[in-house]
């Protein structure tokens, strides 16, 4: 059914404008004659849980919340005082999911103008963005590489779908029902029925260090890596079930090591190594680093950064003798664009792909185009 108005929790009417973006459950669409939020309209009216859920979601109202999280503000109902059918939330600046800036190749074809010190920067904020809702007693649940939104400029994060977060609030418990099965932990492959489990901020923190580990480390999943064995690499899941960090120390036991082409994990100081192994084998089920923790962590090594006199684009931590980056470049493997292309591309509002193409007077990136994924923070 096609819903063009729809009444707020208030009686507000609202006039709802084109559709953002559409997914397997419901749309969000523009809001007529409001530029600061968007309509989450659900295909079919949801269920007594999640209508109540929806319901309690909206009357929290934390600031603090909403500047990382694109919350539920008020419930959307077909007929005034009738059942939910949908939520307003609030949207901010041009961000893009966060895949679209940790995988090298769209980033190089649609983000030239970033660096790895910016790359930090989003790993940075975006365990801003779970402290905060972790502060508050919220668990994301469901986190994944497409429920982050990055803005690519000043690396602020949004996190969207926050109606699948779980919430415990005003005497209800409201499970989170879904999972992205290479997000989540090891000790929760085993269940069947997220809606009888009670996630907590330590299942969020192992997918949080995945984010992490895909920015600062060139968009490999730390799971994915070389086999050592026939029974390895062949199922993420299995993978991640058995503790198979491919940058463990012990990676050769666990089957599993990093491929020849990865960034070198020796880039990151050993404490941040360290971090990332408690994260990610058994020790993690007791207790992996937290948001905050990560928050300290990626401040401290922010200042430690150098910048190559070969492409200010390759910014590295200080402890590395040499640009890690040119060396890459080397052996063919290009993760950042050198800075007067990147300056060149923005200038003329062409793609990387054409302007090399221009340059090199090759047609080997021609017709290679990835279409841009333009949105708001908070829409999805």
Known sequence: MSVTRLFTSKGEELSLGPILGKGGEGSVHQINEDSNRVAKVYHKIPDGDRQEKLRVMASLGDADVRKFVAWPVETLHVSRGGPVRGFVM?????????HQLYNPGHRKQEQPQLSWKNLLVMARNTADAFAAV???????GDVNENSVMVAPNSGHVMLIDADSFQVNADGRFFPCLVGVPDFTPPELHAVGDFGRMVRTANHDNFGLAILIFQLLLGGRHPFAGRPLRNDVGNDMSIDISGFRFADALDNSNRGLVPPPTAVPMTIL??????????AFTEPGIQRRPTAREWVSALDKLGPQTAVCHANSHHAYPAHVRACPWCSLDSSGIVHFVKA???????AARVTIAALWAQISGSSQYAGNRVQPITSSCGRR
Do not use: S
């Open 90 to 98: 609030p949207t901010a600046g041009a961000c893009v999911p966060v």
């Open 134 to 140: 972790h502060q508050r007693g919220l668990v994301v």
């Open 269 to 278: 100081p050993a404490i941040i190594h360290g971090m990332f192994t408690q």
């Open 340 to 346: 007067q292309v990147a300056a060149k591309a923005q």
